[in-house]
């Protein structure tokens, strides 16, 4: 078995994802763990992202966590480690990303260079920017971007120096816009100094996929790189490896097409709208429906009798996805919590369900549906193939339930796609 180059630690699903697809773009043969995995890697890849949900739990656990996916891709040969966090740097006062990255550092610390790291979660192409270690979403600072109010990880400081700071013991340091601006070599000596200061780990400002690419020879060998997505596209370049179409080939997609969407967000409420008005079979899903008749069990009947006709004429949709106010009303009926597992569990035995009766082209929308997906569909990893749009690539999963050919799936996260993304993504792979 070929050992990987890139080692990747991600702290979300889709997070994982989009990391993996960046890396693909870049010409890497990426592989999406669910955990960490139980066995060595029985595919060819050049790097592989372990997805944890380590961003919101206690710190200590997402540290012990993080060791043990270290601990697995180091012994598939990773050289280097990529600690992958989210795009807005969502973190509390007290981590995870700081504890994680400090005890990532102190576990590698017998590697050459493992004193030193980077942190930036630029990612232009999403209109996320660092500018003199300031995080900027679109045109607007962090902490006026609405991620002030985030109801797990508020971000109330845009200055990324001091908010990992916070959560760090070694001194943070920053790597301007104007030393990325002169490339590696400047990249590299700042690096140097920042080192003889005492700094441990800095914030690299960047712009725009130029600063990417520049900051990526500059990060050749270094043990350790933390990041939001965005900069993979500079690294597999460091490993001899090109962007080429080889990079994203899955196997022959087979069977029926099928869409399962428990997302409410803006752009999935489009998309359900849009694959309606196109005319294609659509089901809804009524959350306080399934609670009245005590549970998903007839629901999920119903709705793959309702589908098993339907589906040698092309992809249905089955959905719970509803505007806000029917979301708040469902809520204040069952509860948050309980209407959020209800719904889950729901269309994840409907996922299931659809793949025994020979779907194996599964789009799912949803973060949080994509996880119970997953799980019901016992799939443990995926290997990552061509973007349908920016952040949702199709995969391609062994799953019990597709024991002949496995499955093609997506997992798109709510905010992502076009508003014809149902349609277009099975487009993608004929
Ligand atoms: P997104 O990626 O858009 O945030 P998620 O799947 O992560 O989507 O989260 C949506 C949550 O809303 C899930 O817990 C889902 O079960 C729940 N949900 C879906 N439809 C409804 C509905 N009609 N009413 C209440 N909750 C719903």
């Known amino acids: 078995m070929k050992?990987?180059?890139?080692?990747?630690?991600?702290?979300?699903?889709?997070?994982?994802?989009?990391?993996?697809?960046?890396?693909?773009?870049?010409?890497?043969?990426?592989?999406?763990?669910?955990?960490?995995?139980?066995?060595?890697?029985?595919?060819?890849?050049?790097?592989?992202?372990?997805?944890?949900?380590?961003?919101?739990?206690?710190?200590?656990?997402?540290?012990?966590?993080?060791?043990?996916?270290?601990?697995?891709?180091?012994?598939?040969?990773?050289?280097?480690?990529?600690?992958?966090?989210?795009?807005?740097?969502?973190?509390?006062?007290?981590?995870?990303?700081?504890?994680?990255?400090?005890?990532?550092?102190?576990?590698?610390?017998?590697q050459p260079g493992a004193d030193f790291s980077i942190a930036t979660p630029a990612f232009p192409d999403n209109g996320r920017t660092v500018f003199k270690g300031h995080l900027f979403v679109g045109d607007v600072l962090l902490n006026e971007s609405g991620m002030q109010n985030h109801p797990l990880t508020p971000m109330t400081d845009a200055n990324l120096v001091r908010v990992l700071q916070a959560q760090c013991r070694r001194k943070v340091g920053l790597i301007d816009y104007k030393v990325v601006a002169q490339g590696p070599e400047a990249i590299r000596s700042r690096i140097d100094q920042l080192r003889a200061d005492g700094v441990g780990l800095a914030v690299v400002d960047a712009v725009s996929n130029d600063d990417l690419m520049r900051l990526g020879p500059a990060l050749k060998g270094l043990p350790l790189v933390t990041a939001g997505s965005g900069v993979a596209i500079g690294l597999p370049a460091n490993f001899g490896i090109a962007p080429s179409n080889t990079a994203s080939a899955l196997p022959s997609a087979t069977g029926f097409q099928a869409v399962v969407s428990g997302s409410c967000s803006l752009a999935t409420n489009r998309q359900v709208a849009a694959f309606v008005a196109s005319g294609r079979p659509a089901l809804a899903i009524d959350p306080l429906q399934l609670a009245a008749s005590g549970g998903g069990e007839t629901a999920v009947s119903q709705a793959l009798a309702w589908a098993k006709d339907l589906l040698?004429?092309?992809?249905?949709?089955?959905?719970?996805?509803?505007t806000p106010d029917a979301v708040k009303a469902v809520q204040v009926q069952l509860g948050v919590q309980a209407a959020g597992d209800l719904v889950e569990h729901t269309l994840a035995a409907i996922a299931r369900g659809l793949v025994d009766l020979g779907v194996r082209q599964l789009v799912v929308a949803g973060g949080e549906t994509s996880g119970a997906c997953v799980q019901a569909l016992a799939i443990s990893q995926m290997k990552i193939g061509p973007q349908i749009d920016p952040g949702v690539p199709w995969c391609h999963a062994q799953s019990d339930a597709a024991p002949d050919s496995g499955l093609h799936l997506t997992l798109k996260s709510g905010n992502f796609g076009t508003d014809d993304f149902f349609s277009k993504a099975f487009t993608r792979l004929t």
Request: hydrophobic share 45%.
């Open 312 to 322: 040698p004429q092309g992809p249905v949709l089955i959905y719970s996805s509803a």
């Open 3 to 110: 050992k990987i180059f890139l080692g990747c630690i991600a702290d979300d699903f889709t997070g994982a994802t989009d990391l993996a697809n960046n890396l693909v773009r870049a010409g890497m043969r990426v592989v999406q763990a669910m955990g960490v995995p139980s066995q060595p890697l029985d595919a060819e890849a050049d790097a592989v992202v372990v997805a944890l949900k380590s961003r919101t739990v206690p710190a200590a656990d997402a540290v012990q966590e993080s060791l043990a996916a270290l601990r697995w891709l180091q012994a598939q040969g990773a050289q280097q480690i990529y600690f992958k966090y989210c795009s807005t740097f969502d973190s509390t006062a007290r981590g995870n990303i700081g504890p994680v990255t400090e005890a990532l550092m102190e576990a590698l610390a017998e």
